[in-house]
């Protein structure tokens, strides 16, 4: 590149990146301000403009310890939790449908389905929750054994991997009541296992589809030279797939993290006291008080400030995971 042209791209950069970075910078001196720094009009340069202060930050650490410490440890222990959880098993899925043939029967599909529907309709009934899903079950092997063999069409891998997406289309509002008459059921509102057991089912089909995707760019003559040699396919998916796949999992873990830590919904309706996160504390804070900017900008810069560093350390492995598979041929 010319002179000229380095010089138009590197000011470009330059502009996107303070594009990009000012609504953190605005954030971090916002809650180093007093109230009447805030309300006063906007400025922008500590020392300068304003005498930065602690008090926001005093006031969230330390007056409320309490109020911001346990929706803290709940958002990291459900949202790494979950994260993992979920990359383990859609990692695993998506590795099965990349190589493995699967022809599930779309009848046998069907009495799972409706098997499924007769659990909860029996729950809703006010039957308790074991014996419905046992009876259900019960009646889902009963069937296959005794109809299922006569059903002839089935589905490919293709089919199953995105009938797994679609699920992540469906609309958390769509589900949440559902969702919570099941834990209610079972007595697991207000607890950390039922967010992460939430998270990871509703994460799950991103796992597998981002993944079945960088799996699909390893050379499948790596694990058949490690099958000749005599190593089992869990041998060769442990030792050979997963260690160069460590990109993928990488950047693929920090997006189901992100959409766990974030998350709303679903955590409104699932927690209270006990499990609440901090996006719920944040919007707590806003309409019990109002919009007191100082005071929300340390409950953000808090919860952003983790993924931040992580996305930082990351980073190597992150652009690797994201571009591998982008360009085929």
């Known amino acids: 590149m010319s002179l000229r042209r380095k010089a138009v791209a590197y000011a470009l950069l330059i502009g996107w990146t303070i594009v990009v970075l000012f609504p953190i910078y605005w954030l971090a001196i916002t809650s180093l301000k007093q109230p009447i720094q805030v309300d006063s009009g ?11 202060t602690l008090d926001a930050w005093k006031y969230i650490l330390v007056d409320l310890q309490n109020d911001t410490l346990r929706p803290y440890v709940n958002t990291v222990v459900v949202g790494v939790v979950s994260a993992t959880v979920a990359l383990a098993l859609g990692s695993t899925a998506a590795y099965a449908l990349v190589r493995f043939e699967y022809r599930p029967r779309i009848g046998v599909v069907a009495l799972f389905i409706g098997s499924l529907a007769l659990a909860l ?8 929750a074991e014996i419905a899903i046992g009876g259900s079950l019960a009646v889902f092997v009963i069937l296959v054994q005794t109809i299922g063999r006569r059903f002839r069409r089935a589905l490919g891998n293709s089919d199953v991997a995105f ?3 679609s699920q992540r289309m469906l609309p958390p ?6 969702i919570y008459v099941l834990f209610q059921r079972v007595h697991l509102l207000d607890t ?4 992460i057991v939430t ?3 509703t994460n799950l089909p991103i796992v597998v589809w981002l993944m079945r995707d960088y799996f699909s760019t390893i050379p499948i003559e790596l694990e058949e030279s490690a099958a000749v040699d005599g190593a089992s396919p869990f041998r060769i998916f442990r030792s050979i797939v997963l260690p160069v796949a460590v990109p ?7 997006f189901v993290l992100v959409f766990a830590w974030n998350e709303y919904l679903l ?6 006291a006990n499990a609440q996160t901090m996006p719920l504390t944040v919007a707590a804070q806003n309409a019990t008080r109002g919009p007191q900017w100082w005071y929300m900008s340390v409950l953000i810069m808090i919860m952003i400030v983790p993924v931040i560093a992580m996305t930082i350390v990351l980073e190597r492995y992150i652009s690797r995971g994201l571009l591998v598979g982008a360009v085929k041929g």
Do not use: C
Not at 121 to 128: E, F
């Open 173 to 178: 509002v769509a589900v949440v009541i559902p």
């Open 192 to 195: 950390q296992l039922a967010l």
């Open 163 to 165: 009938w797994l997406i």
């Open 267 to 272: 955590a409104l309706f699932l927690s209270s």
């Open 248 to 254: 993928g999992l990488v950047a693929t873990f920090l």
């Open 42 to 52: 906007p400025v922008y340069v500590p020392f300068l403009d304003f005498k930065p």
């Open 121 to 128: 309709v029996a729950m809703a009934l006010g039957a308790p």
């Open 199 to 201: 998270y990871v089912a």
